[in-house]
T-cell receptor
Framework: NAGVMQNPRHLVRRRGQEARLRCSPMKGHSHVYWYRQLPEEGLKFMVYLQKENIIDESGMPKERFSAEFPKEGPSILRIQQVVRGDSAAYFC????????????FGPGTRLTVT | SQQGEEDPQALSIQEGENATMNCSYKTSINNLQWYRQNSGRGLVHLILIRSNEREKHSGRLRVTLDTSKKSSSLLITASRAADTASYFCATGSSGGSEKLVFGKGTKLTVNP
């Protein structure tokens, strides 16, 4: 039973390029969450999605960031025109029912903007 | 705003000793979850405790929750070098939002 899958594990982008981060939830899970972690910090919530719906995007920066979870395929976190401050580890988590259930995390994508 | 705050920020003990980490939070919660993160790796879920529970065990782990004091503790008994990691508490709030709010973590070092 595969866990949460994220790819790529490491991503290097130059300033101004686009970054696409992918997340496949655990089998049977329909709730996906994205978090960002800066060095020596805890994780900060970005967005919560269910299939074809954004439920809570209160943690997403207003510009350059977008997320989707299509009917088929993985969830995508997209960062346009990356800047150095976007360098961080981005974690995806999934759960099978939402509130009051465990969220299981993927290994993360480490984005470095040069 | 930061919800969970772990204490201490760093803890160094000898193998075989017990390690206790604390977490305080500010608002009403549905549940509180503890996670472990090894350096540069993803998070491993340890325990979820619901707001109507006071204590939970899993192997060498014991978690308590005191909603009147808005605090939780994680106890690791008979620690091993492999327990060296950062430990985070994360709260799931009441009120419909499903996001977890994390503290900055406690960095635990277990010396062989």
């Amino acid at each position: 039973n595969a866990g949460v899958m994220q790819n790529p594990r490491h991503l290097v982008r130059r300033r101004g390029q686009e970054a696409r981060l992918r997340c496949s939830p655990m089998k049977g899970h329909s709730h996906v969450y994205w978090y960002r972690q800066l060095p020596e910090e805890g994780l900060k919530f970005m967005v919560y999605l269910q299939k074809e719906n954004i439920i809570d995007e209160s943690g997403m920066p207003k510009e350059r960031f977008s997320a989707e979870f299509p009917k088929e395929g993985p969830s995508i976190l997209r960062i346009q025109q990356v800047v150095r401050g976007d360098s961080a580890a981005y974690f995806c988590a999934s759960s099978n029912a939402g509130t009051d259930y465990e969220q299981y995390f993927g290994p993360g994508t480490r984005l470095t903007v040069t | 705003s930061q919800q969970g705050e772990e204490d201490p920020q760093a803890l160094s003990i000898q193998e075989g000793e017990n390690a206790t980490m604390n977490c305080s939070y500010k608002t009403s919660i549905n549940n509180l979850q503890w996670y472990r993160q090894n350096s540069g790796r993803g998070l491993v879920h340890l325990i979820l405790i619901r707001s109507n529970e006071r204590e939970k065990h899993s192997g060498r782990l014991r978690v308590t929750l005191d909603t009147s004091k808005k605090s939780s503790s994680l106890l690791i008994t008979a620690s091993r070098a492999a327990d060296t990691a950062s430990y985070f508490c994360a709260t799931g709030s009441s009120g419909g939002s499903e996001k977890l709010v994390f503290g900055k973590g406690t960095k635990l070092t277990v010396n062989p």
